[in-house]
T-cell receptor, first 112, second 114 residues
């Protein structure tokens, strides 16, 4: 089955700096890679996703890159703000929203 | 659209009791997924259901756990004879019947076994 590794487990940045979270996956058939943000005690919320036919996708301060050959994908957050503080999960799936395999999460703290 | 509704939000059960978790998908969604999240860990897939069908239960423990999604009413995740290790947050997600689109998560049910 699929295995998703996520690094780092914790990340602290100064407000305004960039944050990068990296994930690797094992199943070459995976073609859908979403990123979720989860605030304490709340539901995971999709912030951006990318499919295997695209190498990069950007939405305002958030971008995701995908390297299918190396089987890794990354989340980039620029101009971080305190409200970006949360746990971020990467995930992989063979087909869109189907059975997602999640990484172990990154606790991002943005220091004011 | 009320979103994915889960209830109860918090559930306390004594060891050996049964836990029933409910999930009402978003309107128009007929696919439901259950995930379990242990404290400070990622979400682990448990089961994928469509109306009256279990599509994939590869993530479900073989004993004590069962799930259903009847023609009418919410999806139910049932845990019999709960043990302390079942304490976790259980999230339900739903997606439309067709199309390549994201799954939307509910607020989760936090099960505590005492």
């Amino acid at each position: 089955g699929e295995n998703v590794e996520q690094h780092p487990s914790t990340l602290s940045v100064q407000e305004g700096d960039s944050a990068v979270i990296k994930c690797t996956y094992s199943d070459s058939a995976s073609n859908y890679f979403p990123w979720y943000k989860q605030e304490l005690g709340k539901r995971p919320q999709l912030i951006i996703d990318i499919r295997s036919n695209v190498g990069e996708k950007k939405d305002q301060r958030i971008a995701v890159t995908l390297n299918k050959t190396a089987k890794h994908f990354s989340l980039h957050i620029t101009e971080t703000q305190p409200e970006d503080s949360a746990v971020y999960f990467c995930a992989a799936s063979r087909s869109s929203a189907r059975q997602l395999t999640f990484g172990s999460g990154t606790q991002l703290t943005v220091l004011p | 659209n009320a979103g994915v509704m889960q209830n109860p939000r918090h559930l306390v059960r004594r060891r050996g009791q049964e836990a029933r978790l409910r999930c009402s998908p978003m309107k128009g969604h007929s696919h439901v997924y259950w995930y379990r999240q242990l404290p400070e860990e990622g979400l682990k897939f448990m089961v994928y259901l469509q109306k009256e069908n279990i599509i994939d239960e590869s993530g479900m423990p073989k004993e004590r756990f069962s799930a259903e999604f009847p023609k009418e009413g919410p999806s139910i995740l049932r845990i019999q004879q709960v043990v302390r290790g079942d304490s976790a947050a259980y999230f339900c997600a739903s997606s439309p019947s067709s199309g390549d689109t994201e799954a939307f998560f509910g607020q989760g049910t936090r099960l505590t076994v005492v």
